[in-house]
């Protein structure tokens, strides 16, 4: 059982670590930052909008890491 959580932790960590390149942009700024020669802007943008919406699912995903730990303790403590 447990090199079962270990494989999946691992795997989920690749994951983050070998994950594609994303590009995410609304409309209004793609069609404001096309016209830009340099790109530097839009590339800018791209990497803030991917910051932002990474944020919430890793804290999502710690909390709910943390919570199944308690309950798992305790469970283990009244199984003694």
């Known amino acids: 059982m447990f090199k ?4 999946i932790v ?3 960590l690749l994951s983050l ?3 594609p390149k994303t590009n ?3 409309a209004m700024c793609r069609a404001v930052l ?3 020669e340099g790109q530097t802007a839009a590339q ?3 990497d803030g909008i991917v910051y932002l919406m990474a944020i ?5 995903a710690g909390i709910s890491y943390l ?3 308690k309950f798992y303790r305790v469970n283990a403590k009244l199984n003694k």
């Open 4 to 7: 079962l959580k270990y494989k």
């Open 10 to 12: 691992v795997f989920y």
């Open 17 to 19: 670590v070998f994950s």
């Open 24 to 26: 995410a942009q609304c």
């Open 34 to 36: 096309e016209s830009e």
């Open 44 to 46: 800018g943008i791209n």
């Open 56 to 60: 919430p699912y890793i804290l999502v």
């Open 67 to 69: 919570i199944y730990r």
